[in-house]
């Protein structure tokens, strides 16, 4: 008898001798299937807006640069000693108005000595005319003194010219720069006197990529803004180069900005974007909503304390958000955090829902 339990002893330690093996296997099975059950289960917490419609404008973001409308360098035509400065630098000057002056005393010395000669020359005529209608003298006399008068007259308009080459005059409104010459110097036409701009209105050159060129032309509006603040100016495209830059492969464009009160300075750098198209009742979505997947474009919706996978097809784009052509419709509610983590039917907690 005892030796029979023994045996039955035996036979069951041998037949459990194996257990320890297999519920290792089992039980780090068991771990596997645990833990992927643990994240079919997880719930992620994520923030997210009720679709509405809106205004979308798609638009083009480039750097530009404020150029004055109007900038000369200004010198005088002739050469002399500057006898006179006219102007204020930094101010403000007329079209028109005399800036510097060159010693013309000699030329003035010769118009007074013509001027003298032409009451002289206008009576000889006069006389001349007088006799040719009574046939005392002949008409070859009459035209001699006739072309000498207009030679003398010419001889003037010469000299006038050359005294008004001797004067500085502002060819346009602007803003005098600061004064390069002074008194009493020797200036020749090479001589830098001032720089003349105007600032009222303002230019604003950029470049945008050839793919866009078909898509600016003059009319088009755009805002820019400059460093340090953030307000918006408006400027609407006047012109653009004739073709497309083969180095760059960029269009050169131009926009005037009114400028009023003359507040900005030509020089500075301009960051502008530019409307392209405007859709008044866009179903549209923040770019980082949207999980490029093999080619197509899906984002998740909230149902039910779940989220679920849709794909969409997008319209035009602007930095922060894209128009939603299908997919979608108004009132979805949509997530917006933690999209690469999401994934179809996993448990939801809304932190936030924008309205």
Not at 339 to 349: E, G, H, M, N
Request: glycine share 8%.
């Amino acid at each position: 008898m005892l030796v029979a339990v023994m045996v039955c002893g035996l036979v069951g330690w041998g037949g459990y001798s194996h257990l320890p093996k297999r519920s290792d296997e089992l039980v780090a099975a068991e771990k596997i299937q645990a833990k992927g059950k643990g994240k079919s289960n997880k719930v992620l917490n994520v923030n997210a807006v009720v679709l509405k419609k809106k205004k979308l404008t798609d638009e083009i973001l480039v750097t530009g640069l404020l150029l004055p409308d109007e900038e000369v360098n200004l010198s005088f035509e002739t050469s002399g000693q500057v006898i006179g400065i006219h102007f204020k630098e930094g101010t403000q000057v007329s079209k028109g108005q005399l800036l510097a002056k060159v010693n013309d005393r000699q030329l003035q010395a010769q118009l007074k000595r013509l001027t003298a000669q032409l009451k002289l020359a206008q009576d000889r005529v006069y006389r001349q005319n007088a006799l040719l209608e009574r046939d005392a003298v002949s008409k070859e006399a009459y035209e001699r003194v006739k072309t000498e008068l207009e030679t003398l007259k010419a001889d003037i308009d010469i000299i006038k010219a050359q005294i008004d080459l001797t004067e500085l005059r502002a060819p346009f409104d602007g803003v005098i720069g600061l004064r390069q010459i002074s008194v009493g110097a020797y200036a020749t036409p090479s001589t830098p006197v001032s720089k003349l701009t105007k600032i009222v209105p303002l230019k604003v050159e950029f470049s945008v990529p050839e793919r866009y060129a078909a898509q600016v032309n003059p009319g088009t509006n755009l805002f820019f803004t400059l460093d340090g603040s953030l307000k918006d100016h408006t400027a609407k495209v006047y012109a653009k180069e004739s073709a497309i830059d083969i180095g760059t492969h960029t269009l050169t464009v131009r926009a005037q900005y009114a400028n009023p009160g003359g507040r900005l300075l030509p020089g500075r750098y301009a960051s502008i974007r530019l409307m392209k198209e405007t859709v008044d009742d866009a179903l549209a979505v923040p770019a980082e909503a949207i999980v490029p997947e093999m080619g197509k474009d899906k984002v998740f919706l909230y149902k039910s304390g779940r989220a679920f996978p849709v794909e969409i097809t997008t319209g035009i784009r602007t930095e922060k958000q894209v128009q939603v052509l299908k997919g979608l419709q108004a009132g979805d509610t949509l997530i917006v955090s933690g999209t690469l983590q999401l994934r179809t039917d996993l448990p939801v907690v809304l932190d936030h829902i924008d309205n």
